[in-house]
């Protein structure tokens, strides 16, 4: 069976990969161990480890078992004092591990915060075999969330294209389009809602055509990015860019004029809807029968019309008028689909 190679992997990613394995693992991986965890040739992890030798204050054992070769670092030679982390943000990290790791994907970040949680010996002298924590006592809701690990590659580069501040040429196709669309962006922040990751981003000139502004800008879907080229154009940050005033001061992910919306709740859909904040500006009145009137801005018709229709019976739309008129089609819409 021929061994599976990531092309998409670049030999830093695999660097970073490596020496977190045999650094914070503190345990002996076998040629073939490595080269499989890294999607490489055994030739390539070779050629790695003699770079981590270059390093005068890491020491790596060499043995041969079975025919086999392994490295394991000595932990003697590392630096005393290596990490200043207390047991509570040891337990911080391992919990953000388990929130968000399946977020990420398996490359590095999930490889080496698990190695950091599973060797406690960073602040103890503990085993090897430390228990996995996060497993142990953290757990995930992962149906309908998305697997990032093929997106690995439009991550990395849409990051340097923002550590850099260089415009990023991109290939995204929505779901309904048939065919994917290329567009120039300056990608401004990286950000998860409900299981899926967003690149808030603003388009960039095109070479050799006249720019017009967007009226909103683009709102890109991680998964839909089909591939990511990074160009030697600089951009600027704008000053007016503000990640927390654009996104959190109003419901709804997409951004469109922002509107108020009252919402009339009971049962467990106000109970559900009392403990959660939509926006700063969210006024909320009980009423008789364990009612409530819930008041909120938002900026995205679609997110409140399904808001209030993932409610069911227990919620009814009071204002705006237009989007109860919009409300209305929907419901009778459902209703013929059972008639």
């Known amino acids: 069976m021929q061994k599976k190679i990531n092309p998409d992997r670049s030999r830093g990613q695999n660097m970073i990969s490596l020496f977190a394995r045999l650094f914070f693992s503190g345990r002996a991986y076998s040629l073939i161990e490595l080269a499989d965890s890294l999607e490489c040739s055994k030739q390539t992890v070779i050629k790695l480890i003699e770079e981590l030798e270059t390093l005068n ?20 030679r590392l630096p005393k004092t290596r990490v200043a982390l207390t047991d509570e943000e040891l337990d911080t990290l391992i919990m953000c591990r388990a929130f968000t790791g399946h977020l990420l994907g398996r490359d590095q970040f999930d490889a080496a915060m698990s190695a950091l949680h599973k060797s406690s010996q960073l602040l103890h002298d503990t085993p090897d075999d430390t228990t996995d924590d996060d497993a142990r006592i953290y757990g995930v809701y992962r149906p309908g969330a998305i697997d990032y690990t093929p997106y690995q590659a439009q991550w990395q580069t849409l990051l340097e294209a923002m550590e850099k501040s260089l415009v990023c040429e991109i290939t995204y196709k929505k779901v309904l389009d048939k065919k994917a669309k290329v567009s ?3 990608p401004l922040k990286i950000f998860s809602h409900r299981e899926t990751v967003y690149v808030h981003a603003r388009y960039a000139k095109e070479p050799g055509k006249l720019f017009k502004a967007a009226a909103y800008d683009p ?3 991680l998964h839909r990015i089909q591939k990511v080229i990074l160009t030697d154009t600089p951009f600027k940050k704008p000053a007016d860019y503000d990640f927390e005033k654009t996104f959190n001061e109003h419901f709804g992910v997409i951004k469109q004029k922002r509107f108020k919306v009252k919402a009339e709740l009971t049962g467990w859909a106000a109970g559900f809807s009392i403990e959660r904040k939509l926006s700063p500006d969210q006024k909320i009145r009980r009423r008789k029968g364990g009612k409530i009137l819930i008041e909120f801005s938002a ?3 679609v997110e409140v019309l399904t808001w209030i229709l993932g409610f069911g019976a227990e919620a009814k739309l009071v204002e705006p008028a237009s989007l109860v008129v919009q409300l209305r089609e929907r419901v009778a819409g459902v209703a013929a689909l059972y008639g």
């Open 184 to 186: 120039r962006i300056k």
């Open 219 to 221: 709102l890109l879907a």
């Open 299 to 301: 900026t995205s018709e």
């Open 57 to 76: 204050w890491l020491e790596l054992d060499k043995t041969m078992k079975s025919g086999r070769r392994y490295y394991q670092v000595q932990r003697a």
